[in-house]
């Protein structure tokens, strides 16, 4: 079991680092490489639409769908982390109000209370929490959604587009958010270069993090991923209109990041979906020098 408590983004990026795990992801050598197909029969993944992205090379491994544009759910808090952090209001402070524990979900924030952004984030991306991330919203000082539609359109995103920071549905028929997979793995590639400590985060099982005024502990929602070998990091999305989302950062070996994003599955099967995945390609990519 893994408890990361009191770590910070910018400390964590340090260590990532200082330690070297992500040269080869920004090695210009790298770009130039060119990866086999992966073969896999689309029937055996449950998703409706899947991928398996080289951020190394931009270059699409497998698809099922890639380009479909289907509900995000949770894989938005990725977005909203983004745009809030690309802001630089990375040391803010929030004060917890009523309209940020609407959401639904409750991770045990309190009105009234002052948190570091940055635990803010965590416990977004980590346990998934709604009223964490409408509470780190905030920051910004005005309507994130904006924000995150502009960095939508810088990215390149074309299927992509949010209503809101959490991802929840609006109402029995309008989902909170739009992308297609390919959409999410390059979003995904592009936060784990950009802020490779806080999404390293979420491949630990528990974290804690702490208000001027208590202690929370909370669980990886991708717990049953964690046991994949070179599992970097990981963010899962569910609701009733998306059904089952995850997008999963691999190294299938040594210094060779795969993004894995699968959308349209189901509460477990997005699991296994990215597990049959990771494991095709590891199959494909360990055969090559």
Request: no cysteine; charged share 15%; proline share 4%.
């Amino acid at each position: 079991m893994y408890l990361l408590a009191g770590a910070s983004i910018a400390s964590a990026i340090f260590l990532t680092t200082l330690y070297g795990l992500y040269a080869p992801f920004h090695s210009q050598e790298a770009v130039a490489v060119t990866a086999p197909h992966i073969e896999l029969d689309p029937a055996l993944i449950t998703a409706k639409a899947a991928i398996i992205f080289d951020p190394n090379s931009g270059q699409i491994l497998f698809e099922k769908n890639a380009h479909a544009q289907l509900p995000l759910a949770s894989l938005t808090k990725l977005m909203s982390a983004d745009a809030i952090l690309s802001s630089g209001v990375e040391n803010a402070v929030v004060s917890i109000s009523v309209e940020n524990l609407k959401p639904e979900g409750d991770s045990g924030l309190r009105v009234g209370e002052n948190w570091k952004l940055e635990d803010l984030l965590m416990l977004g991306l980590v346990a998934s929490s709604n009223d964490a991330m409408a509470a780190a919203a905030n920051a910004l000082g005005g309507d994130v959604t904006q924000r995150m539609n502009m960095r939508a359109q810088e990215l390149g995103l074309s299927q992509t587009h949010f209503s809101n920071a959490t991802g929840l549905d609006l109402d029995l028929e309008i989902a909170g958010a739009y992308g297609s997979a390919y959409d999410v793995a390059k979003l995904a590639a592009n936060f784990l270069r950009s802020y490779p400590g806080l999404f390293e985060t979420t491949a630990h099982q528990r974290i804690g993090v702490s208000s001027n005024s208590q202690y929370i502990e909370a669980t990886s929602t991708a717990a049953p991923l964690l046991d994949i070998p070179g599992l970097i990091a990981a963010k899962t999305g569910y609701t009733d209109l998306a059904g089952g989302n995850l997008v999963a950062a691999v190294d299938v070996k040594l210094g060779r990041p795969l993004i894995i994003a699968v959308l349209g599955s189901t509460r477990q099967a997005r699991f296994l979906d990215v597990k049959t995945l990771v494991h095709a390609a590891r199959a494909t990519l360990l055969e090559q020098p």
